[in-house]
């Protein structure tokens, strides 16, 4: 198995390499995904948050109340240690088991997987060996222009979500592949089958 990290800001056009890599053959596993999957109803996760964050941050229909979740988390640094604690090892787990159920169906398997905070993820020592970390990258500029006009934002919105983030140095430093994709998407998807071609002769 050959493992892809790839992380990119909100807005970098990280969504649409992994999907074009995907379209060519790789296995993608989207940790944002396993983030939510890890605290569904009646998983161990949904459990020990109840536990710690009391039956407030449940919503009637029992599954979790993110916001709700997310106030108490926003007041209280060390809530969000406490919650780290309780998804992260959960998330380690599943992307872990799906990283090998991918291998067992072909050893050859390529997998991407996709995580936003990976620079942030890297400096836990437990976490995934990477045989490549993928960057996708784009101007503070192009990244505001994108959110405003695709998701509605404003322009401060945008901007705030931005510098919420990992700076695009600590991603930089990270990548042993950058895709730029201040351009077209076309030129980005000619990237990432640059970047899928080169792989493949590695293989």
Not at 40 to 53: H, K, Q
Not at 65 to 79: E, K, M, S
Not at 98 to 111: H, I, K
């Amino acid at each position: 198995m050959y493992l892809i990290g790839l992380t990119g800001g909100i807005a970098s056009g990280k969504t649409v390499v992994a999907r074009r890599l995907e379209e060519l053959g790789a296995t993608r596993v989207d940790a944002d995904q396993l983030a939510r999957d890890v605290v569904a109803v009646g998983t161990p996760g949904l459990a020990a948050i109840t536990e710690r964050f009391g039956v407030d941050v449940i919503a009637a229909d029992g599954t979790l109340d993110r916001a709700a979740l997310g106030a108490v988390i926003f007041r209280d640094p060390d809530a969000r240690l406490a919650l780290n604690a309780i998804t992260h090892p959960a998330i380690r787990e599943l992307s872990s088991r799906l990283f090998a159920e991918a291998s067992d169906r072909d050893p050859n398997a390529v997998v991407v997987y996709d995580v936003p905070l990976l620079a942030e993820a890297l400096r836990d020592p437990g976490y995934h060996r990477f045989d490549l970390v993928v960057v996708v990258g784009a101007s503070t500029e192009t990244r505001v222009r994108r959110l405003v006009q695709l998701r509605g934002l404003t322009r401060e919105e945008a901007l705030h979500r931005l510098n919420s983030q990992a700076t695009d140095t600590e991603r930089l430093a990270i990548a042993d592949v950058v895709i730029d994709s201040n351009g077209t998407l076309e030129e980005t998807i000619e990237q990432a089958d640059a970047l899928w071609a080169g792989r493949a002769s590695h293989h």
